[in-house]
């Protein structure tokens, strides 16, 4: 496709339990992100590859969350055992060039996730 | 610590009539400042890139300025369709990776 794909668009989750997001970033795209959206708020930076590599996990709020893009395309954020302050919107973005290169960030549309 | 403020939270305004969104940041080292549009239920949308103090940048009813301490984007004789949420960013030298966003001002056009 032309843009950046995320699936599911919803998701919804007991806690306690396991979710994974997907990622399809635009083809050929080096950089690719995740954020986290509360409602009414900006994104808050999750974390960052540079194709396969994971070049800062900052942002991870905690261990429960885990992220990988095995062949430098394709991208899942793993929550486990989610709990209620998980609930947000998480977003991927790709850009074209590699780190340290201010270029045009390209967003998906987000996987609302909802905690119960 | 890096910070990005944004004000006024929400701006409600006439059809045609002008103002301006404020995004004041702190940060130590400039690499860029970014502008994106949301709109409900969507990504962010990328509008402009600032690199340094004195630049601006314009794209149909929006124009971005850039100080050493803060940015603006002036929206001239705006349309309903410009409703939206405008995001101000930076990044920081000291992080090639992260974008540090603010909360957003959200801006409602009556027709």
Redesign the interface.
Known sequence: GAGVSQSPRYKVAKRGQDVALRCDPISGHVSLFWYQQALGQGPEFLTYFQNEAQLDKSGLPSDRFFAERPEGSVSTLKIQRTQQEDSAVYLCASSLEGRGLNTEAFFGQGTRLTVV | EDQ?TQSPEALRLQEGESSSLNCSYTVSGL??LFW?RQDP??????LF?L?SAGEEKEKERLKATLTKKESFLHITAPKPEDSATY?C?V?PYS??????????TRLSIRP
């Not at chain 2, 992080?95 to 909360?103: E, L, V």
């Open positions: 990005v690499r860029g994106y239920g969507k990504g962010p949308e990328f890139t690199y995001l960013a990044q992080s090639a990776s992260k974008i540090i966003f603010g909360s957003g």
